[in-house]
């Protein structure tokens, strides 16, 4: 997703477009996908990197929204925290067990997910970066010349700074 | 100790040496049995999940999280449950942020997954280094606290006791770490996990059987026993409810859920799951016997404080990290009983078989990041046969652990309890900021790597240097001297965002190399799928 990428570094749009011209362009209609356009390999990678990402905040912002509400009333309601519930048992208490009930709950439904959603793209990714590298495997020898060619080409260019 | 306990400790040295003979049997049976590094640094895949699962959470729960855990929720009560809460949680974030693409993008080390994406000497040497800098300290506080508890379970005293036991165990956990290797290491984190996990389990039920399984009664019981009243169960026991208390706190508890994810023991013992599927089921599984464990810790640290009370423990030992050992002694019934003696036996040797479990992991992760990354790759370019490399890492595991022990017996009369949080704080600064940016972030770049590295490395040592932890305090390192001017003892609280900030600015800096960029779309291809691409097999 680029506009991860882009909340981080500000060129990075830039150097992407630079990069690969055809990435942002959409492919021409009514013409068989050129080498420029996004390969299935390309499009199953967007699909499982997508599937990373929910899944990902999925868990980790309940996990750790409710960690940090924890942290939060920790240095700013210390008495409050403190306050007995029934018993013994304070306030403090019940929300580290709740804390630890809501860890098992998104730990359930995190298993769950990557089972049955993101599971089965990886693996539909794999065959298919797998079948690519076996078709580019013939022609590897011609193209690691040209690559390395290219790269000690580009490597004066990109290095230079603002 | 009492006296009265001589024929305890007969049971306890007994159960020792059975111990020590049962796990030198398990590693030379187990180990691997011809020179293939895989079958030494990942055990050849071959662990089922539930067997791995155990061996992570054993290598997980180290001797100081027991024993430390247990007394600060003793000595402290509600920021001790924080504590459990925190390393609850960092094992969680493994399992959903790490877990797999770990397993999947790296071979051996941490070195490989960086390698993946950066194939230069320069990154291979900043993870051996870092790696080395977070374990060496981790190993030497491990031995240092073996030492003073062993010598309290065998009822010996003074440096020269201290001394012995150190070397002896040192000792004993480095030929488990040469010989054994992975599976070897594995294997003693599993039988430990099983007897650990029996003992506090019976010692739990003991003190909530005494409470008539009522938590509220529990918590009422160890708030006056503690000595501190109501406060006992409210934030800010352990620091103080000042402004640096506070901070103090919540650089903790950050450095904590950070720094235990990434500990380099913990993701080498990725590696050896099959898949990345068997990767998460271990770790959901090592989720849950990690909490399970945790609570048992809980109610072993509430009856400590209930049972044994907070003035006891804190006379015995300030930082409260014997007190499970106390808790034994008063929980058996009358002393000399048998009752009494068997519980003190078996807390003893579950504690005694943590604390050598833990030296044998870190000596393994500490010499697997030194022969593989730093000789192996660093030194040799790559091009070492697997035979030799194994061989380097059995000498690197033994040199590792004599280095260890010279430097736990060399600082035996130090209070040593900072190395523990310069680990922690070096993991989380380090480490968890250049796994998460090389696995997530396109435009990150070698510079970047680098800066996170060595910046947070220094940072890191420079604000521990002027702490409160090393000088002008009476839990200091050195509390004869002052020169201390960072307020906090654990500085993750400042170092962690610097280290994202070093990573960010150093990456943004320059616009990112060709290279650099293509390592990403390799390294997040095998990251998101496990399959290593037409290039070189693995890094460099």
Known sequence: MSTWDELWDPTYAARARQRRPGRHAAPPVGEPARRTGPGPVTEARHTVRREVRRLHGQALVPLFGGYLLLLFLCSAAPDLLGTAVVGGVTIGVVLLLGQFLLAFRVMRLFSRDARTRLDPEAARLRSLAETAAAESATASAEAATAASAAASAARPRSEVGW | ?540
């Open chain 2, 1 to 540: 100790m009492s006296p009265a306990v001589g024929s305890v400790q007969t049971v306890v040295v007994v159960a020792f040496l059975v111990f020590v003979t049962v796990c030198v049997l398990l590693c030379a049976l187990a180990g691997p049995d011809r020179d293939d590094a895989a079958d030494f640094y990942t055990a050849n895949r071959s662990l089922g999940t539930f067997r791995n699962a155990l061996a992570i959470s054993g290598d997980y729960i180290s001797a100081a999280t027991v024993l430390s855990t247990t007394g600060v929720i003793a000595l402290a009560g509600f920021d001790g449950m924080m504590v459990t809460c925190a390393t609850a949680l960092a094992l969680l974030l493994v399992m959903v942020l790490l877990a797999e693409p770990l397993r999947n993008a790296g071979r051996f080390t941490l070195g490989d997954v960086l390698a993946a994406r950066m194939a230069t000497r320069q990154v291979r040497i900043a993870a051996g280094v870092v790696a080395l800098a977070v374990t060496m300290p981790f190993l030497v506080v491990q031995l240092s606290g073996a030492g003073s508890v062993v010598a309290v379970l065998l009822g010996l005293s003074g440096y020269g006791a201290r001394t012995v036991c150190v070397v002896l165990i040192g000792a004993t956990m480095v030929c488990y770490a040469a010989i054994g290797g992975m599976k070897g290491t594995g294997l003693v984190q599993i039988v430990k996990m099983v007897i650990a996990f029996a003992s506090f389990g019976a010692l739990a039920l003991l003190v909530l059987h005494r409470f008539e399984w009522n938590l509220g009664t529990l918590l009422t019981a160890a708030s006056q026993g503690s000595g501190l009243g109501d406060s006992y169960l409210r934030p800010g026991a352990q620091y103080g409810s000042g402004a640096t208390g506070r901070l103090e706190f919540l650089s903790v508890q950050i450095t904590l859920v950070l720094g235990a994810a990434c500990l380099p023991h913990i993701t080498m013992r990725l590696h050896s799951a099959p898949d990345a599927r068997t990767a998460r089921t271990s770790m959901r599984w090592a989720v849950g016997i990690t909490a399970a464990f945790l609570a048992t810790v809980v109610v072993a640290g509430l009856g400590a404080s209930a049972l044994v009370g907070g003035a006891v423990i804190r006379d015995a030992d300030p930082t409260g990290r014997i007190s499970v050992l106390l808790l034994s002694h008063t929980l058996g019934g009358a002393p000399g009983t048998t009752g009494s003696s068997a519980v003190i036996a078996v807390v003893s040797c579950a504690v005694f078989v943590t604390i050598l479990a833990s030296v044998a992991g870190v000596t393994l992760a500490a010499a697997c990041s030194l022969a593989h990354d730093l000789y192996a790759h660093a030194a040799r370019g790559g091009g070492l046969p697997e035979q030799r490399e194994v061989a380097a890492a059995r000498w690197a595991a033994v040199g590792v652990g004599v280095v260890g022990i010279v430097l736990a017996v060399l600082t035996e009369r130090w209070n040593v309890q900072m190395l523990l949080s310069l680990t922690y704080s070096l993991s989380a600064s380090a480490l968890f900021p250049i796994l998460v940016y090389s696995l997530f972030w396109r435009g990150f770049t070698q510079r970047g790597l680098l800066w996170t590295l060595y910046g947070s490395l220094a940072s890191v040592c420079l604000l521990m240097l002027f702490s409160p932890a090393v000088s002008g305090g009476p839990g200091a390192v050195f509390p004869g001297v002052d020169f201390h001017w960072f307020p906090l003892r654990t500085p993750g609280v400042v170092t962690v965002p610097l280290g994202f900030l070093l990573g960010w600015f150093g990456s943004v800096q320059r616009p990112a190399p060709e290279s650099d960029v293509a390592g990403f779309e390799r390294l997040e291809l095998r990251a998101l799928t496990g399959v290593t691409d037409s290039g070189p097999r693995h890094g460099q």
